[in-house]
């Protein structure tokens, strides 16, 4: 018998409703995992009611294709619209228009159940977990990206604008000394909050950039 290296924590929710099939499931995730959090539900409606997965944070979900009050497609489809946690779909039969439509819907790999042993499982777990971390890191990044294109476009926009306009009131007025230091104050205080956003910019590109 090959020798499985034990590996860290795992937490993994498993929707399956065969007995014999969820116990093969936890079998394998014992035997490569040394301390792992396994949540079972029998049905998508338990699943979904049930308030309790959402608060904890779970690395991924293995997915029974088959199950008694939802199947197929739909299941697929309803599954990564209420979860944002990886998926695993493990089947007892091959399919692969659904396979791959459960791929371009965002499933992150598609396994038969006779072909799953613990080491397959896993190198799917793993790559799962590493794949959706690089995702949120994307996103984060594009998130960061977006914020630093409006300040850009809105927040430099006000101050340089009441900048011109102080300018021009410099240009048309009649040369009194109160009105000239009065828009010289003003022209500072603007002058002064738009150099504070071209800072808060850099240090969001430079924090970006790390």
């Known amino acids: 018998m090959t020798k499985t290296i034990k590996k860290d924590s795992l937490s993994i929710i498993v929707l399956e409703d065969n007995e014999g099939d969820y116990i093969l499931i936890e079998d394998n995730l014992i035997e490569i995992f040394t301390n792992v959090k396994i949540q079972r539900y029998k049905s998508y409606e338990s699943f979904s009611k049930d308030i309790f997965w959402k608060d904890f944070k779970w690395d991924a979900i293995l997915l029974d294709l088959n ?68 995702v949120n890191q994307i996103e984060s990044q594009n998130e960061k990206l977006k914020n630093i294109a409006w300040k850009q476009s809105h927040s430099v926009r006000a101050p340089l604008a009441r900048i011109l306009g102080i300018i021009n009131m410099i240009e048309i007025s009649d040369g009194e000394n109160k009105d000239l230091l009065f828009w010289i104050e003003q022209l500072k205080i603007s002058s002064n909050e738009m150099d504070s956003i071209i800072h808060q910019i850099v240090n969001e590109t430079e924090d970006f950039n790390k």
């Not at 939802?70 to 692969?96: A, W």
């Not at 371009?104 to 799962?128: C, H, R, T």
Request: glycine content about 4%.
């Open 67 to 134: 199950l008694m009050d939802i199947k197929g497609i739909e299941l697929v489809e309803n599954m990564v619209i209420q979860s944002s946690i990886p998926i695993i779909i493990l089947t007892g039969y091959v399919d692969l228009p659904l396979a791959n439509k459960s791929l371009e819907l965002g499933v992150y790999d598609f396994l038969i159940k006779d072909e799953v042993n613990p080491a397959l499982l896993s190198k799917s777990i793993e790559f799962a977990i590493s794949r959706s971390s690089y």
